[in-house]
């Protein structure tokens, strides 16, 4: 009969209007500024410095190679090594600038980065009415602690821990091994001995 | 008391026009009746916006609009605001004096029909012997107004959206007519205020609307379908056609001007909402006896559109968009016809004597039409691929 569709289409929209009243779990928006949902482990977004201990100055794993400048598809990492008072290089970033305006979120400094220092938030409320200015985010803004990378991807973070302390004994054995035989070779096995080295050709 | 209550507008006005000398009261008289209309149904419209919007939501599991104010109740103060400031682009290619023209001639006629409906006891705002006749005749005025936005924008939606919506609309303008042509045969009057008063009085519980016979209630529910059409609501919203010619015959309006195409949208869903309380639901009488002289008249009116306004709204969340040939086939093909029998009905019941045989015989002929024209409607044609005749 005509009409009969209509009829069948109308109680399951009046069902939805007033099921909506009494049953709140058809309402499935978050109301997002109050409400959150938690965020994946794998969600990304812009990459910060990771950061041992609480100096985020002193503690940042970076040492200004570069290779995530080289790397970065759309340019947008810039780093100055910090240099003493007689122009030796110093394993510290003295300038380290994001752009997050052009950075895609491709994770590849993240892929390329032999330290671990450099890894991806996800920290997403970032608007700022300083287009050019506020979204160049400077060493000091990205300089996070590790345990905030802890928070945000907890099992990334521990396997990165664990890796990074594996290295860092293996790295010790191997200098206490090189000074036991041969005690003359003091430079090779000084830089061997940081614990961010090992992953650097080691002179033979 | 009651009487006071329900006289109260018409005592306010009268009280205000008594300050101005004799011959300035006529002028004065009108100018507080429009005045007082259009911020009444500015208001109406205001509190439809946000009630269609939470309304909509609710039926697809949403909430709506809920951060401006108390539960977003002051959305429609946002959004008017928004549209205030809005810049008014005009196409370079434009006709732009019937460009400007084309807002103002479709709020204007529907402004003029809401003065012939009475929306209470004594409160017509002009009283006139053709007033059902002045309705349609300044209703029609829309279908000019809605071509000339669409044909002085220069751009191919709003033409295609203006070419259906005058399509649509005067497919539908004869239902729609036609349906309502059975309240003046019974009444014998284009009054307005006349076809109301045949509708007082109870028959025990039950009023003496016209939706309570055969031939009303056949003839509301075409009236209904018509004027959803006419007044260019989902599922009759082909003219705007968001995801098919993205808004139809106002494509190229923005700002103030776009704000009053949709003002006059929801006016003349008022009007036409107002029409169909006045010929079927009784107007201004109450539905039950006690409630009668406990509520003020106006009161009544406006819960019935109220009512309406729901329905629309209800409708709106429900069907999806016709097509063009589906619109046109139930136009003329099952609401012609139908409004047709109706109008036989009507004939018959009026000369029949009053007892179940003209319920019997009027219920027979409408049912009957219902079922056979509806069987042509919901048939499914049998498809097969097509045989070419002359291009083997």
Redesign the interface.
Known sequence: MLGEGIIKGMTETARNFFGSYIDSDRLVTVQYPEQRLPLKENTRNFPFLVHDGDDPEKGLRCVACKICEKECPPQCIFIVLERDEKGKPQKHPKVFDLDISVCMSCQICVEVCPFDAIKMDTEFELSHDDRFRGLLLDKKQLAKPNHYYHKIHPVEAAEVDERLAAEKAKAEAKAKAAAAPKPAAGPAAATAGKPAAPRQPVPA | MQEILDQLFVLLKAWLVGFFPLPWQPLVSILISVAALILVFALLFAVATILERK?LG??????GPNRVGPCGFFQPIADGLKMLIKEDIVPSGADRVVHFLAPIALVAPVLLAFSVLPYGRNMAPIDLDAGIVVFFAVGAGTELAVFMAGWSSRNKYSLLGAMRAIAQMISYEVPLILSSVTVIMIVGSLRPIQIVEAQAGYQGWLPAWHVFTPWGLAGFLLFAIAATAESNRSPFDMPEGESEIVAGYFVEYSGFKFALFFMGEYFGMFAISGLAITLFLGGWHAPLPFLEKSIPSYVWFFVKLFGFIAMFI??R???PRLRVDQLMNFAWK?VLPMTLLNILAAGLWRFLPAGATRWLVCLVILLGA??A???S??ARRKWSPRKYRFAE
Do not use: D, S
């Open positions: 309304g609710r039926i697809q599991n949403r909430y209800w409708l969340g429900t069907l099952f219902f079922l024209l509806g069987r409607m919901v």
